[in-house]
C-alpha cells in the first residue's frame, strides 16, 4: 500500500534563510524589470533546487545546504523586502510551495514505481529529474512525461533497475495518457469498405524491454 505524503502543515517550524544583500543604495530603487522579463527570473528561482529548511516537509533526504547565490540575487533583483520578511524569504515562500505541489504530483502519478524502488530511491530519483529536465508546460500532467526515459539513461541504476523502473514508469505515464485521450468516432457498416482503421487514442502500444 503506498504511503500517503507527508502532511505539509505537520512538519517543524522552519527557520529563515540566509538573508541576501538588498544591492540597493538608501533612498533609491531599482528599475523594474518588464513584465516578461520579471516572470522569467521568478519561474527561474522556482526551478533552482530545494534546499536547507524547506526540505523538511518532503520525504527528500535532509541536507544543510543553502540556497545558491543566483537564488538571493534572483530575489534581490526582483523582490522588495518586507516589514519582516527579506527579499529571499519572501521569494522562499513560492519556491518552497513550488517544489511541494511537483513532488506530490510525482508520487501520485507513479505509485507503482514508488513501491517497486522503495521511498530513499524514488525520491532521489525524482529531485534528480526535476533539476535535470524540470517542466516547461502549463500543466502538471506533462510533469512525468519524461520520466522514464531519465530514468533509462540515470547513474543512480545499474542497467537491471534501470530497465525495470523505466518500463515501470512508462507504463503509468501510458494509463494517464489514455484516461485523458479522447474516443475517436466508429465507423459505421457501411463506411467499412473505404474507412482507414486506426487504433483509438486511448490505446497505447508500448515497446519495452523487459516485461514489466
Same mark, same amino acid.
Given at each position: 500500500?503506498?504511503?500517503?505524503? =507527508?502532511? =505539509?502543515?505537520?512538519?517543524? %517550524?522552519?527557520?529563515?534563510?540566509?538573508?541576501?544583500?538588498?544591492?540597493?543604495?538608501?533612498?533609491? $530603487?531599482?528599475?523594474?524589470?518588464?513584465?516578461?522579463?520579471?516572470?522569467?527570473? @521568478?519561474?527561474?528561482?522556482?526551478?533552482?533546487?530545494?534546499?536547507?529548511?524547506?526540505?523538511?516537509?518532503?520525504?527528500?533526504?535532509?541536507?544543510?545546504?543553502?540556497?545558491?547565490?543566483?537564488? @538571493?540575487?534572483?530575489?534581490?533583483?526582483?523582490?522588495?523586502?518586507?516589514?519582516?520578511?527579506?527579499?529571499?524569504?519572501?521569494? !522562499? +515562500?513560492?519556491?518552497?510551495?513550488? &517544489?511541494?505541489?511537483?513532488?506530490?504530483?510525482?508520487?501520485?502519478? @507513479?505509485?507503482?514505481?514508488?513501491?517497486?524502488?522503495?521511498?530513499?530511491?524514488? &525520491?532521489?530519483?525524482? $529531485?534528480?529529474?526535476?533539476?535535470? =529536465?524540470?517542466? %516547461?508546460?502549463?500543466?502538471? =500532467?506533462?510533469?512525468? !512525461?519524461?520520466?522514464?526515459? @531519465?530514468?533509462?539513461? *540515470?547513474?543512480? +541504476?545499474?542497467?537491471? %533497475?534501470?530497465? &525495470?523502473?523505466?518500463?515501470?514508469?512508462?507504463?503509468?505515464?501510458?494509463?494517464?495518457?489514455?484516461? !485523458? *485521450?479522447?474516443? *475517436?468516432?466508429?465507423?459505421?457498416?457501411?463506411?467499412?469498405?473505404?474507412?482507414?482503421?486506426?487504433?483509438? $487514442?486511448?490505446?497505447?502500444?508500448?515497446?519495452?524491454?523487459?516485461?514489466?
Amino acid at each position: 500500500m503506498q504511503a500517503s505524503p =507527508r502532511s =505539509r502543515k505537520s512538519g517543524p %517550524r522552519r527557520a529563515s534563510p540566509r538573508t541576501g544583500a538588498n544591492g540597493c543604495s538608501p533612498g533609491k $530603487e531599482k528599475p523594474m524589470p518588464d513584465l516578461d522579463g520579471l516572470q522569467r527570473e @521568478f519561474f527561474r528561482a522556482l526551478l533552482l533546487p530545494l534546499r536547507g529548511s524547506s526540505r523538511i516537509s518532503t520525504e527528500l533526504a535532509p541536507s544543510e545546504e543553502g540556497h545558491s547565490p543566483e537564488f @538571493f540575487q534572483i530575489a534581490d533583483d526582483i523582490i522588495k523586502p518586507g516589514p519582516s520578511l527579506t527579499s529571499a524569504e519572501r521569494l !522562499e +515562500l513560492y519556491h518552497r510551495q513550488y &517544489w511541494f505541489r511537483i513532488l506530490d504530483s510525482l508520487a501520485e502519478d @507513479f505509485p507503482v514505481l514508488r513501491r517497486m524502488a522503495g521511498d530513499e530511491m524514488f &525520491w532521489e530519483l525524482v $529531485e534528480a529529474y526535476l533539476v535535470e =529536465r524540470p517542466s %516547461r508546460s502549463f500543466t502538471l =500532467r506533462h510533469l512525468g !512525461e519524461a520520466f522514464s526515459d @531519465f530514468i533509462g539513461g *540515470s547513474p543512480l +541504476l545499474d542497467e537491471t %533497475r534501470s530497465q &525495470w523502473f523505466g518500463s515501470v514508469a512508462r507504463i503509468e505515464y501510458a494509463f494517464m495518457e489514455c484516461f !485523458e *485521450s479522447a474516443e *475517436s468516432a466508429i465507423p459505421g457498416g457501411d463506411d467499412l469498405a473505404d474507412a482507414v482503421i486506426e487504433l483509438q $487514442e486511448h490505446v497505447k502500444l508500448l515497446h519495452l524491454p523487459v516485461p514489466a
